[in-house]
């Protein structure tokens, strides 16, 4: 998939009633490898379940959740552990690149081939009606799906170790995203979505203008 004029800029990817872009390697002071060993071995790790149509499912990968601010999604709660010195210095690598600010970030751990992530809009109330979501991933190479909720088009993206994939616009309210499992042996992956919670920084905003007033 050719559509990078530069490997150090974000570049928009053609998206129908979204908007999506995309950087081959986000800059770090420090090697992908660094960043999956470190983030695989630093993480605490959960094995969540979600509610789907009423019933409990056991999530086919381990998350964590960090940051500022508590997060729901399909009847699951998460109070975040505070970012971690790693974290930070991913997060201010993708606030540079991005132009936009993140307060939270949900970590995937993708560790084979039978983990995976089930098609899903992240369309919370919390994420405000514009979601932007920056997407880091450090690891193996998996497919990123996208499917469009009435058209049914689908786009998939290749996501390589050091990437940084941004949804913004109306992506979450037109399109679905996931990640299947796969028939071939895999190695592991870390996934990072930074997010801005907005009802967390109505608060940050409210305090800061009752200490101006």
């Given at each position: ?181 796969s028939t071939r ?25 009752l200490r101006e007033?």
């Open positions: 998939m050719d559509l990078f004029s530069s490997p150090s800029q974000l570049t928009p990817i053609p998206l129908v009633d979204g908007e999506l872009a995309m950087l081959p390697q986000l800059p770090l002071p420090f090697s992908n490898e660094e960043a999956l060993g470190r983030l695989i071995a630093e993480t605490a790790w959960k094995a969540e379940s979600i509610t789907l149509w009423g019933k409990q499912h056991p999530q086919p990968r381990l998350t964590a959740w960090h940051g500022e601010a508590r997060y729901t999604y399909s009847g699951l709660t998460l109070d975040p552990l505070p970012f971690t010195a790693l974290q930070l210095a991913i997060k201010a690598a993708v606030e540079e690149e991005s132009g936009h600010r993140f307060n939270s970030v949900l970590l995937n751990y993708y560790r084979n081939e039978r983990d995976s992530m089930g098609m899903h809009s992240d369309d919370e109330p919390e994420l405000g009606p514009q979601p932007v979501i920056a997407s880091v991933s450090f690891g193996e190479t998996r497919t990123f799906i996208l499917k469009h909720k009435r058209s049914k088009e689908t786009v998939k993206v290749d996501l390589p170790s050091g990437s940084l994939l941004l949804m913004s616009g109306d992506t979450q309210r037109n399109w679905l995203h996931g990640i299947n499992k042996s895999l190695n592991p992956r870390v996934n990072l979505t930074f997010r801005i919670i907005v009802q967390y920084a109505d608060i940050l905003s409210d305090h800061a203008n007033s």
